[in-house]
C-alpha cells in the first residue's frame, strides 16, 4: 500500500464526494473493497442494469475512486487505492479536528468555573 497522508482532495480528477451522492455508486464502490470485479458481476449484485452500472463506473473513474484494467474481451473495477486514501486521509482530518473540538467542549462545559465544579 501506498503513503495516502499526501493526497490531497485537490489531486483527485473529479470530486469524490460528489460521486458517493449516489446510493448505487456507494454500493458499487462497498462491493469493490473485497476484490475486483467486471460490470457483470457488479450488474448481478446491484438493482440496475449493465448500462447503468457501467454509467456509474464511469463517474467513479472520473473522480479518481475506481480503476479499471483489461483482461481479456472484458474489464475489471477495483477501487483506486490513491483516491479512496484522499477521502479517508480528508475524513480522518474533518472528524479528527472535530472530535477534538467536542472533547474539549465536554471537558469544560460552559458555566463551568475554574478549579470548581458545581
Request: net charge neutral; aromatic share 4%.
Amino acid at each position: 500500500m501506498c503513503d495516502h497522508g499526501n493526497i490531497s482532495l485537490e489531486a483527485l480528477p473529479g470530486d469524490p464526494f460528489d460521486a458517493l451522492g449516489d446510493p448505487n455508486r456507494r454500493a458499487i464502490v462497498e462491493l469493490l473493497g473485497d476484490r475486483d470485479r467486471s460490470v457483470r458481476e457488479l450488474a448481478d449484485r446491484l438493482p440496475i442494469s449493465r448500462p447503468a452500472v457501467s454509467r456509474h463506473l464511469r463517474l467513479l473513474k472520473e473522480a479518481g475512486l475506481v480503476a479499471d484494467r483489461a483482461e481479456g474481451t472484458r474489464r475489471l473495477y477495483r477501487l483506486h487505492d490513491e483516491g479512496i486514501g484522499a477521502v479517508r486521509a480528508y475524513l480522518e482530518q474533518v472528524w479528527g479536528e472535530a472530535a477534538a473540538r467536542f472533547s474539549l467542549m465536554a471537558e469544560n462545559p460552559p458555566g463551568r468555573e475554574r478549579g470548581r465544579e458545581r
